[in-house]
């Protein structure tokens, strides 16, 4: 099993629609969770982290966590074109210290 | 956050030679990362690069093919060695000021190897 798996997609959402991306974990202890989109060719840039259960929102971005059930999300509401562009889900994990990227979400935001 | 740079941005090199990629930070940071992003991929974590010491590898990596630098808090140096076409990839840099904090990452450097 992979420390961290999101839904590598394509997912697709209208302009205006919220884009739904989802996350989840492996390792129970893990404590810090973060979303960084990257555009192609570009380098992974940092959109929010979240280190407690519940919702947290900046923005047009919202990420959820769910320790229990070991799940973490970002919704991005009225999505744009400009929000297209793959989004990397990372979780640092208690058990070897270590800091592990899911493969990607890649979202499109067709106008 | 810290403004993180990386010379060369993009090389094209022929199979048996070797690179050596920059990573250079506008401020002390204690943890310095390199990665490496295959096409279509997901970052994969080389090494942490260790000031004054030497560079912790992850599995599958090896010292003699990724030898590491890192002089100071502010710059590492990561050689790609004998170089093959399977190491054409994106090589990033990232920073964080503790292992587990948020880590930040340089634009990367995109590597062709003919």
């Known amino acids: 099993q992979k420390e961290v798996e999101q839904n590598s997609g394509p997912l697709s959402v209208p302009e205006g629609a919220i884009a739904s991306l989802n996350c989840t974990y492996s390792?129970?202890?893990?404590?810090?969770f973060f979303w960084y989109r990257q555009y192609s060719g570009k380098s992974p840039e940092l959109i929010m982290s979240?280190?407690?259960?519940g919702d947290k929102e900046d923005g047009r971005f919202t990420a959820q966590l769910n320790k229990a059930s070991q799940y973490v999300s970002l919704l991005i509401r009225d999505s744009q074109p400009s929000d297209s562009a793959t989004y990397l889900c990372?979780?640092?994990?208690?058990?070897?210290?270590?800091?592990?990227f899911g493969t990607g979400t890649s979202l499109t935001v067709i106008p | 956050s810290a403004v993180i740079s990386q010379k060369p941005s993009r090389d094209i090199c022929q199979r048996g030679t070797s690179l050596t990629i920059q990573c250079q930070v506008d401020?002390?940071?204690?943890?310095m990362f390199w990665y490496r992003q295959q096409p279509g991929q997901s970052l994969t974590l080389i090494a942490t690069?260790?000031?004054?010491?030497?560079?912790?590898?992850e599995s599958g990596f090896v010292i003699d093919k990724f030898p590491i630098s890192r002089p100071n808090l502010t710059f590492s140096t990561l050689t790609v060695s004998n170089m093959s076409p399977e190491d054409s990839s994106i090589y990033l840099c990232?920073?964080?000021?503790?292992?587990?904090?948020?880590?930040?990452f340089g634009p990367g450097t995109r590597l062709t190897v003919l």
């Open positions: 990232s920073v964080a000021q503790a292992r587990t904090d948020t880590q930040y």
């Open positions: 390792d129970r202890g893990s404590q810090s």
């Open positions: 979240i280190y407690s259960n």
């Open positions: 990372a979780v640092n994990t208690n058990t070897g210290n270590q800091f592990y």
């Open positions: 401020s002390q940071v204690t943890m």
């Open positions: 690069a260790n000031q004054g010491s030497e560079a912790t590898y």
